[in-house]
């Protein structure tokens, strides 16, 4: 069996801050005050982390309210404001919403839908009626501002699920992908658009829409998109991933593929299908695809695809995970270098390749020890059986842009790698506790003590049945993950 990804980091979208950079001066009003890197960076431009533009970036994640009687509910939404000490959980946004039947699902994406110059929260809230009956879904945006997000409120473009954010046409301006289900959805079929910004009405309806079809004539809807600007010309890509068991449907599309690829253009979403072989193979499983993830790894301006894929483990067996980086390129997504594959085996990089470790998932980029190279970071779910790890491989000073280089490694670290569990000295709490299991870090990477390192938050998530879910800010030093000064906060520290 695979693990079970968190519903908050199913669907993998790089974030995007769009237009309105022009208003950062005025909304550091209030920084005149303060002094040092955050500061400084506030009023350039904001991060697309930072709701607030307070020169901090903020932590957004999907929770389960904890209840006395041990009954299951429905995820909640908290988002935790950052702050010179990280973030703060006194400082948050939570939404409870059990008592209007309505609960959260994700993804959560940020993008600037007005072009305000403050990014907002996107994502999808379901309503449930009587029961028997599926549910309604909607798109919701929480604006950004000055004084954090503001109260969640609909898409005037009604019952659709964004699932990616990006600027798909080039014009600037943000746009949503809304792929589309299928019949088998408990929600019912729902027709595949892209809406396309700036949104008006608060951010809440789109300047224009279009069809975006993308079912595989109507067998199999989209399970994940993953956006890139993977050939550089400023126009955002989608990699889209499907699950389906078709070997013994007769009635299955020749044609069917367990990975599209769209590339961005003037005239929106179009599908090139050369890499999409390529890239089915690296995320298979026999479970379908693999979520993949997007940033640009080896510093050369355009995004690269991070595949997390099956792997093999020493004696034979599936499921140990290795992460391939394809890279992008003018010509296209694979069109030039190599791939670079690293797993449990490869020089320098912790542990050992074991039966259904994943290491490689939730891969994301980010300069955790700020030397100007991009870093990888990436789970480990299934490791000593779901109790879960969390790696650093930070990119080598010699590499082609600063790429990380296994090769460069002669042993277990020697070159930055690193690994964090809840057995690693200095991080509190206990792999045995009750809740324990899963744990993993929640992309995307973070500064949320404005120190121009990438700090990682990662969680346990619990269950919807009493036992607590927790999180883990780890900061970004100049010597990678710190271990020093750890903080951990739970759900009832949100207040629920």
């Not at 993998?12 to 309105?20: F, K, T």
């Not at 041990?70 to 404001?81: D, F, K, N, R």
């Not at 044609?255 to 599908?271: K, P």
């Not at 404005?450 to 990662?458: E, L």
Request: aromatic share 6%.
């Amino acid at each position: 069996m695979r693990p079970i990804v968190p519903a908050a980091a199913a669907t993998v979208c790089a974030a995007v801050l769009l237009s309105g950079c022009g208003d950062a001066g005025e909304s550091g009003e209030g920084d005149g005050q303060r002094r040092g890197k955050a500061a400084a960076k506030s009023l350039v431009a904001k991060s697309s982390g930072d709701f607030n533009g307070d020169g901090y970036d903020d932590f957004a994640t999907l929770v389960n309210p904890p209840t006395k009687s041990g009954s299951p509910q429905s995820p909640g939404l908290a988002v935790v404001y950052g702050s010179a000490r990280g973030l703060d959980p006194g400082k948050r946004l939570v939404l409870d919403e059990r008592s209007d039947h309505r609960q959260y699902q994700g993804p959560l994406l940020r993008a600037d839908l007005d072009g305000d110059g403050y990014t907002d929260l996107v994502t999808v809230r379901l309503t449930f009626g009587k029961a028997g009956t599926p549910p309604t879904p909607e798109t919701v945006v929480l604006r950004g501002g000055r004084q954090g997000l503001a109260r969640p409120r609909p898409l005037t473009v009604g019952g659709v699920e964004a699932k990616a954010a990006g600027d798909f046409d080039g014009d600037g301006a943000a746009d949503l992908l809304v792929p589309g289900r299928d019949g088998d959805d408990l929600a019912g079929a729902g027709k595949g658009r892209v809406l396309y910004g700036p949104f008006g009405a608060g951010g809440r309806t789109p300047a224009r829409t279009a069809d975006f079809v993308a079912d595989q004539h109507g067998y199999a809807a989209p399970a994940s998109a993953t956006t890139g600007d993977f050939d550089g010309d400023r126009r955002t890509d989608v990699v889209l991933t499907y699950s389906f068991d078709a070997e013994q449907d007769d009635n299955a599309p020749p044609d069917l593929t367990s990975v599209a690829f769209y590339r961005g253009s003037a005239r929106g979403l179009v599908r090139h299908q050369p890499a999409e072989e390529h890239l089915a193979a690296l995320l298979g499983t026999q479970d379908g695809p693999n979520v993949p993830g997007a940033g640009d790894a080896d510093n050369d301006g355009m995004d690269d695809l991070l595949a997390p894929g099956e792997g093999t483990e020493q004696g034979g067996g599936s499921g140990a995970g290795k992460l391939t980086v394809v890279h992008g390129a003018k010509a296209g997504l694979g069109v030039g270098r190599g791939d670079l594959s690293v797993d449990q085996a490869s020089p320098g990089v912790p542990g050992d390749p074991q039966f259904n470790d994943w290491f490689g998932a939730l891969p994301a980029v980010g300069d955790i020890n700020d030397d100007g190279s991009p870093d990888l970071v990436v789970s480990s779910p299934g490791e000593d059986r779901d109790k879960g790890r969390v790696t650093l491989l930070p990119g080598s000073p010699g590499g082609k842009g600063g790429e990380y280089d296994p090769k460069r490694s002669k042993g277990e670290g020697d070159s930055g790698e690193r690994a964090i569990d809840l057995d690693t000295p200095g991080v509190p709490g206990s792999r045995d506790a009750p809740g324990s299991r899963g744990f993993g870090w929640e992309p995307p990477l973070l500064d949320v003590d404005g120190d121009g390192h990438a700090d990682v938050i990662t969680s346990t998530p619990g269950d919807a049945y009493g036992k607590p879910q927790s999180f883990w800010v780890f900061r970004g030093a100049d010597d990678g993950l710190s271990t020093d000064d750890v903080r951990r906060f739970r759900v009832a520290d949100l207040g629920l």
